[in-house]
Structure formats: structure tokens, C-alpha cells
């Protein structure tokens, strides 16, 4: 049907993905204006000049209905601002400025020269309604604070700082569920060696802080009389240093070994005394309850040879196979114990701010290791052999048995110490390094550009932040780069006038940057635990010692046969065990532990200069 | 409906270009100024193909004079995508976008413009305008 054919169907029920289903046509354009100018406009020299603005808010030019004095002002990281009154056309207008689009723009005339220059590109913020005087004042701003909460990534984020920002995934990660562009911005913006800054034209600006040669000079024919400030910061604003640190918490993970052996008495003292023997079970389940020792691989218990001891005193001791098979003669058996410390690598470095107060300043930082150090200690060994096979394992296990199989990684060195960060790579502690030196670099730079220079002269729209500009006038010459500037010009008297304020940091480079490495210390932990030499301790005989030192008393405990000869019922007599204790592992290998270490780094900041004759 | 397209002075397409952008050329010895814009839509949903054959003619920008033979020329500006495509760009050709341009931020694409004023007249010079060819969006 031909109701159902051609575009006015298609534009009809046209939907797309999550989009308005409308269809819509036209073109796009962008003006430009190409104002071709001669430095001869901004000349100070005798001569008259004069000017004319052009406001436009929304689509509407309202120059002809401005009043009184037209401000508008910038600085580093923050919104332009504007301010300007005008007449309203009707009381309708007062409800339509707020939000409304905003261009300022000023041409110049001199003699046989014009410059047509953008001031300001931002929207109307605020309007307030004096009845009294029937004017309106329009407070306008630019897109400063709108442009990184329309981020929508962290490369978005990034870009808006012109790559000068050094990213750190640990201290200041980027979440894609939950972006917060906003505070990723203003953290990225801590670490940059400069600022930013919407210029007059609406266009995103990231300058570094580098002063290098002047653009202009102005000399005291180019500044207002009595415009000059210079001003140094207070000595409570600025800082003596900057101390900045990394606190990276992970942990020293600790193996020891202690090799532990056994040898049963003489078979004649089971004649004599008749002593009981010591049975594999008792050793293997003495072995295997040391409270946090493991044993390593399999003990090596050897059994007596079945057969007739003696005779002694007319006895004999008699060994069967049967009974053979549950003796322990003699063992050997290493046991081992691995552990953890929590630990503490802080990375420091020291920047001077270069200021007169005795107020050191800190930049603080720490990032912490995911490890599971509890379950790594506490993982029991898995057996190497399989479970199911008696022989023949149809999977035997590959490599040299090291007796940790099964035992989670890491692995420290035996007898040793290693200190593990988890999945904190290297890559993640020199950025995290880097941020936080980073982070004093900016503070320090910050701190020395409060030292500045302040100067006004007629309206000279051509220098924006971060340009460099040069003054010798008035005893004063310095050189330093525009951190704050501010245009005014009053309609109704015609003055116009441009306020400079350079920053002249005392610095210490030509340009502002740091450089900063960190490496994880090595440790030197060695540790060096006694083997244990187990012994007999035989009780209720008349050689038993009275009193012995109980962490002596270590190895088979048993008494004497109360029918033996040897028998003193007032000596001693133990309850029959094998008793095994292990060496302490002394506090400091135990306790939290910290270590300093420097980072290599320096940090340079871009100097002006400044200098003062009267 | 108007066209949620256009030129943005942002990546993150939040400032339409809303009046002329503005070049300042010295009189003596000027010096290339280079700009860059966006082109696109901050609705996610959307797309723009050339009206002539959606899809397969491609979305064009092209450098128009509304006054020839006075004020600045269209050879005065040179268009690319890309920085480094400026220094080959010839002055006054038109820039060739894609057939078909997704709105939302990521498909914004940038129009690195150059400005070189060959008149050394003072003055403003307001002739010239970028101007797309016939634009048909719709949804995705």
C-alpha cells in the first residue's frame, strides 16, 4: 500500500536501540571567525583606542542593553567567571537567562587596526533582579567543574589531563560499576605538574608549570602606575617540606627445619629394668601433635631385628616379627615450620617546599597485600603419594619428592625468610610510588608558585593561563607564568583594564617534574634452630635425676619395673610418653615488623624569577 | 525534532559549538593555530548517515564562504582527523566522515581544524563556516 511505502513510513516507526525512534534531518555548521590582528591594537603608546563588546546569551546579542562594569576572571583549576548587568528587554527574560549559553567578545579599535577576541564561552549560572534599578545581573561560569563528571571512563579522565597525570590502579583505582569520574579527576589532578584551565574560547586547556622564555615583556610605559603588587606567601601557607610515603603492607613469610633423632636403650635394660619399648605409633602421633610443626615427608623408623637378645642375668629378650613390626629402635625425621610476619615496607622521600616555617607537611599513602597469610600457615601437607594405589601409581608424582608437597606457595627458602606482597606487582608499587612523589612534587610546586606578581594595564586578551610573561617596571622585574587573570571593562565609562597575576616560584629547575624509583628491600632473615638430639629418661630408679630442667626432659619418658632391682618407689617416676619440644621462634621473627626505606627520586620545580629595586 | 548531532568542543560532547570559534592570526608572520572539535551526539541511541544514500554516502564537512573574494578564503583552512593529518590536509577540501556515525561518546569523532591566514588584513573575518552535507538521523 502506498500509505505504508516511502520515508514518511520508515520515519514513522523508525526505533533504534534505547534512542528516540524519531527520524530527523538537517546539517551541521560551526561559524568561524578568523581575526586577523596587529600587536599594534594592544600598544600602550600615545593614541587612543577604543572598543565595543559583543554579549550574546542564548541567540540573543544583548550589548546594546549592557550597564556598568563587565568582569570577567580565570585562574588555574578552576571555572572562568563572568559577571555582567544588563537591561532586560521585558520582564519575560528574567526566567529565560538562567542556563542560557554565553559568549563575550571585545574588538579593539586603533587606527587603521581592529582585533576581535573571545573573553569568555560559558552559560548564565545565576540571575539576580535588582527592581530598584531594573537591571539584572548575570553570573556566568564556565564547564570546568561539568567537563570530568561527563567522563564516562578513566581514559576520558585521563585525557583531560593531557597525559601529565600519573595513575596509580592501587591508591586511586577507576571502578567501571561504580564510576565516579569526579573524585578520580580531582585525584588524578593532585599529580600533575600544572594545571588546567577552560580557556576564553570553551576549549579545555592543561598547561604545564615550565617557565621558560617570556612571550612579552612589559616594560612601565606597557602597566598602570601603582598596579604592581608582589606578593610572597604567608609562612604558615607554605611548608618547609613535604614528606611523602608509601606504606606497602604485605608480609615475610618464614621457613625453618630442625632435624630430630632417636635411639632406644640398650635390649639389656629391658632384661634388668624391664623398661617398657617405645611403640612407631607413640612416635608418629608425638611427631605429628607439635603444636605448628609439620613433619617433613616420612620419618625414618627402624624397627628392631626379630629374634633372641640375651642372655643376661640368665633372661633373655625375645623379639617376634609380629612384635618387630610395631617397635621403633631408632628414627630420624625432620620437621618443619613455616610462618608468617606482618610487614610493613614504608617508602619515603623528602621534598623541599622552600618554606620559612618550621610546618612540615605529609602526603600519605599505603596500599595492602590481598594474601591469605593465615591459610598459607595453616595449610596442612598434602600427601605426595596418592590415596588409592598400594603400587604401580599410574600417576606417579613428577620431579625429586621435596617433602612440602601440597603445601601452598610461596615457598621460602629453607631456613629463610621471604617477603611476599601478594599481588602487589612490581609494576603496582612503582606507580604507587610514583603518585605519591608525584603528589609532593605538585604540593611543593604549589607551594613555591604562591610567591607572585601582580599587574594590571589596558585590556590585552591575548595571554591566558600559563602563559609566560616578563614585567620590568616600577623596580620590579620578574618573569613567571599567568596563574590568574582578570578582564574588566565598564561600559559606561570606557575603561578596560586586564589584571596579571604571575607566578614567580623560587624554584630549582626549568621544568616542574619528578623522577621516583622504589625497589622492595632484601631481607636477610637466616634461621638457625638447634637439631634435637631425643634421649631416654627412665624414672623410679635409683639413678633417676631429681630434679631436671623440664625443657630438658625431652625424648622416651618411662619408669623402671617395680619388680626390678633398680626400682626406688621415692624416685621420680614419669607418665610414660614421648615428649618432644621444639625451639621457640624468638619475638622479633614473630611480631609486626617495619621497615624504612628511601625512595630514589627528585623533584624539580619550574623557576620564575623575581627581582626588586628601589 | 533538531538534530542531536553537531560539533562539540569537547570529547565528552557536552559544549555544542554554539558560536563561531575563533582563530586570532597576527597580522605579520602568523602562525598555523590548530583546534580540535567533536562530532557526534551525547545520545547513545542515535546514528546520522548522509541523507543522499544513508549508509553508503559518506557524512562529509565542508568549508563554506559566504562571502568569496572578500574576508578570509576556505584555503585558509585545512581539516583532518587526526593532528599529524593536518600537515597533508590540502586547504578548502571537505573532510570525509564514515557512512554511518554512532551517537554517544565513545564514536564522537574529532576534527582537527588549522587555521593559516593568508590575507594579512587586520580585521575579523566571519565568512567561513563548516557546514555538513544533508544529515539523516535516526535511531540505532
Known amino acids: 500500500m502506498a500509505a505504508f511505502d516511502g520515508s514518511a513510513f520508515d520515519a514513522s516507526f523508525d526505533i533504534g536501540g534505547g534512542g528516540a525512534g524519531g527520524v530527523d534531518t538537517g546539517a551541521a555548521t560551526a561559524g568561524l571567525s578568523i581575526s586577523v590582528v596587529s600587536p599594534l591594537v594592544f600598544s600602550s603608546s600615545s593614541g587612543s583606542i577604543s572598543w565595543a563588546p559583543l554579549v550574546v546569551v542564548g541567540a540573543v546579542d544583548v550589548s546594546a542593553r549592557l550597564s556598568g562594569s563587565l568582569k570577567i576572571s580565570a585562574a588555574e583549576d578552576s571555572a572562568r567567571v563572568a559577571t555582567l548587568t544588563l537591561i532586560p528587554a521585558s520582564a519575560a527574560d528574567l526566567d529565560g537567562y538562567e542556563g542560557q549559553a554565553v559568549t563575550i567578545d571585545v574588538t579593539l579599535f586603533r587606527t587603521g587596526q581592529a582585533a576581535t577576541w573571545r573573553l569568555f564561552t560559558g552559560c548564565v ?9 531594573r537591571l539584572v545581573t548575570l553570573s556566568c561560569r564556565d564547564g570546568w567543574q ?71 615583556t612589559f616594560p612601565a610605559g606597557e602597566v598602570f602606575d601603582g598596579s604592581i603588587d608582589v606578593i610572597t606567601a604567608a609562612r604558615a601557607d607554605v611548608p618547609s617540606a ?6 606497602v603492607r604485605g608480609h615475610r613469610l618464614h621457613s625453618a627445619e630442625v632435624d630430630v633423632d632417636w635411639n632406644a636403650v640398650h ?5 634388668l629394668h624391664g623398661l617398657p619399648t617405645l611403640q612407631k605409633a607413640t612416635v608418629l602421633d608425638a611427631l605429628g601433635a607439635v603444636s605448628g610443626w609439620g613433619i617433613r615427608g616420612t620419618p625414618a623408623i627402624v624397627e628392631p631385628t626379630p629374634g633372641s637378645y640375651g642372655p643376661v642375668n640368665g633372661s633373655y629378650y625375645l623379639v617376634s616379627a609380629e612384635q618387630a613390626a610395631l617397635i621403633c629402635q631408632s628414627f630420624t625425621a625432620t620437621l618443619y615450620r613455616r610462618w608468617y610476619q606482618e610487614a610493613e615496607i614504608v617508602y619515603s622521600i623528602t621534598v623541599d617546599a622552600g618554606g620559612a616555617s618550621s610546618r612540615d607537611d605529609s602526603v600519605r599513602a599505603s596500599i595492602s597485600s590481598d594474601f591469605d597469610a593465615s591459610a598459607w600457615e595453616s595449610a596442612p601437607r598434602a600427601a605426595a603419594i596418592s590415596p588409592i594405589y598400594a603400587a604401580n601409581d599410574p600417576h606417579p608424582p613428577s620431579g625429586t619428592p621435596t617433602g612440602y608437597e601440597g603445601l601452598p606457595e610461596p615457598h621460602p627458602p629453607t631456613n629463610s625468610g621471604v617477603d611476599h606482597f601478594g599481588d602487589i606487582t612490581t609494576p603496582d608499587l612503582q606507580a604507587a610510588v610514583s603518585q605519591v612523589v608525584a603528589r609532593a612534587m605538585r604540593r611543593a610546586a604549589a607551594g613555591r608558585r604562591r610567591r607572585t606578581v601582580r599587574f594590571a594595564r589596558p585590556l590585552d586578551p591575548r595571554w591566558e593561563i600559563g602563559a609566560v610573561l616578563a614585567i620590568n617596571a616600577g623596580g620590579v622585574s620578574a618573569t613567571g607564568q599567568v596563574s590568574e587573570v582578570e578582564h574588566e571593562m565598564n561600559v559606561e565609562s570606557g575603561a578596560l583594564s586586564s589584571t596579571f597575576t ?68 621415692e624416685a621420680p617416676a614419669y607418665v610414660t610418653q614421648f615428649r618432644l619440644v621444639m625451639p621457640d621462634i624468638a619475638a622479633p621473627l614473630r611480631d609486626p615488623l617495619t621497615v624504612e626505606t628511601a625512595i630514589t627520586g627528585a623533584v624539580t620545580v619550574s623557576s620564575g624569577s623575581l627581582e626588586i629595586n628601589f | 525534532m533538531a538534530l542531536s548531532f553537531g560539533f562539540y568542543s569537547d570529547a565528552a560532547l557536552t559544549t555544542p559549538v554554539a558560536s563561531r570559534l575563533q582563530f586570532v592570526q597576527a597580522v605579520a608572520d602568523p602562525a598555523a593555530v590548530d583546534r580540535v572539535i567533536w562530532f557526534g551526539s551525547p545520545l547513545a541511541g542515535r546514528m546520522c548517515q548522509a541523507a543522499s544514500d544513508p549508509g553508503v554516502d559518506p557524512v562529509t564537512i565542508a568549508i563554506a ?76
Not at chain 1, 242 to 247: E, R
Not at chain 1, 521 to 548: C, K, M, R, Y
Open chain 1, 125 to 133: 549560572e545565576r540571575s539576580e533582579f535588582s527592581l530598584s534599578e
Open chain 1, 146 to 216: 561539568e567537563r570530568p563528571a561527563a567522563c564516562a571512563s578513566a581514559a576520558q579522565v585521563e585525557a583531560l589531563l593531557g597525559g601529565l597525570a600519573t595513575t596509580s590502579g592501587r591508591l586511586l583505582p577507576w571502578s567501571d560499576a561504580e564510576p565516579d569520574p569526579v573524585a578520580y579527576f580531582n585525584g588524578l589532578l593532585e599529580t600533575i605538574p600544572g594545571a588546567t584551565a577552560i580557556d576564553s574560547s570553551g576549549v579545555w586547556q592543561v598547561v604545564r608549570w615550565d617557565i621558560g622564555a617570556p612571550a612579552a
Open chain 1, 242 to 247: 613535604v614528606h611523602a610515603t608509601l606504606a
Open chain 1, 267 to 271: 635390649y639389656s635394660l629391658y632384661i
Open chain 1, 502 to 569: 604571575l607566578a614567580v616560584p623560587d624554584g630549582n629547575g626549568a621544568a616542574t617534574g619528578y623522577t621516583a624509583t622504589a625497589s622492595v628491600p632484601a631481607n636477610s632473615v637466616i634461621h638457625n634452630l638447634p637439631d634435637q638430639h631425643l634421649t631416654n629418661w627412665v624414672g623410679s630408679s635409683f639413678e633417676t635425676i631429681p630434679d631436671p630442667d623440664p625443657d630438658t626432659v625431652q625424648g622416651f619418658l618411662c619408669n623402671v619395673d617395680p619388680r626390678s632391682d633398680n626400682y626406688d618407689s
Open chain 2, 65 to 140: 564562504d559566504a562571502n568569496s573574494g572578500a574576508g578570509s578564503p576556505a584555503g585558509d583552512v585545512r581539516l583532518a582527523l587526526t593532528s599529524g593529518g593536518l600537515d597533508a590536509a590540502a586547504g578548502g577540501d571537505p573532510l570525509v566522515l564514515p557512512e554511518t556515525i554512532n551517537g554517544g561518546v565513545a564514536a564522537a569523532v574529532p576534527i582537527h581544524i588549522r587555521v593559516l591566514d593568508s590575507t594579512h588584513a587586520s580585521g575579523v573575518h566571519n565568512d567561513l563556516s563548516l557546514i555538513s552535507n544533508a544529515l539523516r538521523e535516526a535511531g540505532a
